[in-house]
T-cell receptor, first 116, second 113 residues
């Protein structure tokens, strides 16, 4: 079974600054996907960024980037130039690649507050 | 539709009553998932449907929980004899295939009083 751990229940950052959210996971799989989802107060989960484990290059989406360390089973999210709209819960998630329709395994979440 | 639609948005029910939660996935998506999110917690997997295959029910917490997906589209999650610990947000997600990006609905907030 897979486990995903987010060790920071809450974080805050000043607007325009950079913040890094941590995520570690445990799996015996060699091929898998990792995700960061954002959940604003509207409750809808929104995909922020996705990383395939077989890719060595870290994924980047505009102000969002990841630091994927496969050997260490670490998958952190960096948010640059933080904006007030980034205030939300952030969830790290794992999905096996093998087989069809594997469910996402989520971490407990990090509540991020961006301060003006 | 444009996105995953869930109804109702909020539901308050008395302990012991049965409830049905509905999910309309994105048209053409073959995979559908139900998750539960208790207050301040992460998401807990409940059940997964993929096309015409038998559903993966490994996450259902008890036999009071069941789900069906009719015609490979709409899904209904049923909770029988609700308990206070069932209070949570129930999120539905769908994806084009089992390995593809999952799109989530806005969830149903269930409150058992």
């Amino acid at each position: 079974a897979q486990t995903v751990t987010q060790s920071q229940p809450e974080m805050s950052v000043q607007e325009a600054e950079t913040v890094t959210l941590s995520c570690t996971y445990d799996t015996s799989e060699s091929n898998y996907y990792l995700f960061w989802y954002k959940q604003p107060p509207s409750r809808q989960m929104i995909l922020v960024i996705r990383q395939e484990a077989y890719k060595q290059q870290n994924a980047t989406e505009n102000r969002f980037s990841v630091n994927f360390q496969k050997a260490a089973k670490s998958f952190s999210l960096k948010i640059s130039d933080s904006q007030l709209g980034d205030t939300a819960m952030y969830f790290c998630a794992f999905m096996k690649q093998r087989g069809a329709g594997n469910m996402l395994t989520f971490g407990g979440g990090t509540r991020l507050m961006v301060k003006p | 539709g444009a996105g995953v639609s869930q109804s109702p948005s909020n539901k308050v029910t008395e302990k012991g009553k049965d409830v049905e939660l509905r999910c309309d996935p994105i048209s053409g998506h073959t995979a559908l998932y139900w998750y539960r999110q208790s207050l301040g917690q992460g998401l807990e997997f409940l059940i997964y449907f993929q096309g015409n295959s038998a559903p993966d029910k490994s996450g259902l917490p008890s036999d009071r929980f069941s789900a069906e997906r009719t015609g490979g589209s709409v899904s209904t999650l049923t909770i029988q004899r609700t308990q206070q610990e069932d209070s949570a947000v129930y999120l539905c997600a769908s994806s084009l295939a089992g390995w593809a990006e999952a799109f989530f609905g806005q969830g149903t907030r269930l409150t058992v009083v």
